[in-house]
């Protein structure tokens, strides 16, 4: 069940100086080297190691065996108190239902302080997503405050920090212990009034996602403008999210929100929604429309805004299928026209057509550079370790 070489060794090599160390075990029977049990939990408690011990009683109760003695072992190997520490379910099944209450109790071991039982930037991951923007950076941090995410903004006067609170008119303190992952992309539109409004992706709010237009105020307050939900559980939507000027006036036409893992025909097409822009809020327009087909594709892992590719004096858009062609993956350049984006794809490169051995071609986008200076902008797209150059 647990060795003295294997937790010695786990948690004496590697880790962060300081950081909490915490074993979880999780079994259906008693052990087979119960000698060495007592031994194992004393050098736990030495390194100072918290303990939970999950008893899964699917077994016993299945054959009618008493499982007093098993589960007065699993008790010893918990952490006192058991009652923070021990958990035990009827069956594998049931494992599901206390997940949320271990989380919990893990999550608090490195809270802010010792009255604070909940995470603030400590797990951030400032930097998972990032956008320019006039007066600095918008850095996503998906891991702040529990997991819910924040947008945070470097300025050559410091950091602008929005504080927990900015952000629970549409993130509830409710729904705390399903992390929305709010930063994981970040991106920004011009509305008619030509005032920069930022735009973040929560792909994991309420199990389907959400995508929030916000002002950022130099005290760390926000001015939520809009927030567009996504319709699917599972499908990611707001992980990738693109805005389209298509005929350069210097205004947002199009917001562009991918949904790569959407479900439908059974297998994960993906979906990339359209918005259009509409006074001062954007309206639901439709999806893009890739290739009809029976396999995965996650269309819309990636979505990159280019200059007017066909020169006819509108912005256009390519977007990333990395899962079509059995993993090999394919790009589709859809047309900006007048003031929106043509719904139907111009034009399908797939990895196959390219190059043998190309893999997930299309898991990323950039197409704002004249590398050969011939007027025209060329599009590199990223593969499994690989990069293609497109002109």
């Known amino acids: 069940m647990i060795s003295p070489t294997s937790s010695s060794e786990a948690f004496r090599k590697g880790g962060r100086k300081g950081a909490k160390r915490v074993m979880i075990v999780i079994t259906d029977g008693e052990s087979h080297d119960s000698p060495d049990l007592e031994k194992v ?15 899964v009683l699917g077994y016993y109760n299945r054959r009618g065996i008493n499982p007093e003695a098993f589960l007065n072992e699993i008790k010893f190997i918990a952490s ?18 206390i997940v949320d209450a271990l989380g919990e109790r893990i999550f608090s071991l490195e809270g802010t302080n010792k009255n604070e039982i909940s995470f603030g930037l400590e797990m951030s991951q400032a930097g998972f997503s990032s956008h320019v923007v006039e007066d600095g950076i918008l850095l996503g941090a998906v891991g702040a405050y529990d997991w819910n995410g924040a947008v945070l903004k ?21 729904l705390k212990n399903h992390g929305a992952y709010l930063g994981y992309t970040v991106s920004s539109v011009v509305s008619s009034k030509r005032e920069r409004i930022y735009v973040a992706g929560a792909p994991r709010f309420n199990h389907t996602g959400k995508v929030i237009l916000f002002s950022m105020h130099g005290d760390g307050n926000l001015t939520i403008h ?11 939507y707001g992980s990738e999210i693109s805005s389209l000027d298509a005929d350069g006036d210097g205004v947002t036409d199009a917001l562009l929100v991918g949904a790569p ?22 309206v639901p327009g439709g999806a893009l429309l890739d290739l009809p087909s029976y396999q995965n594709s996650r269309f819309g892992s990636c979505i990159a805004a280019v200059p007017d590719l066909n020169q006819d004096s509108y912005n256009d858009l390519v977007v990333g299928a990395p899962l ?18 043509l719904r139907k794809y111009k034009q399908r490169i797939a990895a196959a057509d390219l190059a043998p051995g190309l893999m997930y071609f299309g898991i990323s986008i950039h197409g704002q550079l004249d590398l050969d200076e011939d007027g025209l902008v060329d599009v590199a797209v990223g593969s499994l370790g690989n990069a293609v150059l497109l002109w």
């Open 41 to 55: 939990i004393e050098d736990s408690e030495r390194d100072n190691v918290t303990r939970y011990a999950v008893a």
């Open 80 to 97: 006192d108190p058991d009652d923070k520490h021990f958990f035990n379910v009827t069956d594998e099944a049931a494992l599901k239902d």
């Open 154 to 174: 470097e300025t050559s006067g410091g950091k602008v920090i929005p504080l927990r609170e900015s952000y629970l008119q549409e993130f509830p303190e409710e």
């Open 226 to 236: 809009q927030a567009l939900k996504g319709e699917q559980i599972g499908s990611y």
């Open 261 to 282: 893992t959407f479900f439908s025909e059974g297998r994960e097409r993906g979906k990339v929604y359209v918005y259009a822009l509409q006074g001062n809020l954007f």
């Open 324 to 341: 079509e062609d059995e993993h090999q993956g394919a790009v589709y350049v859809f047309l900006g026209f007048r003031r929106t984006v």
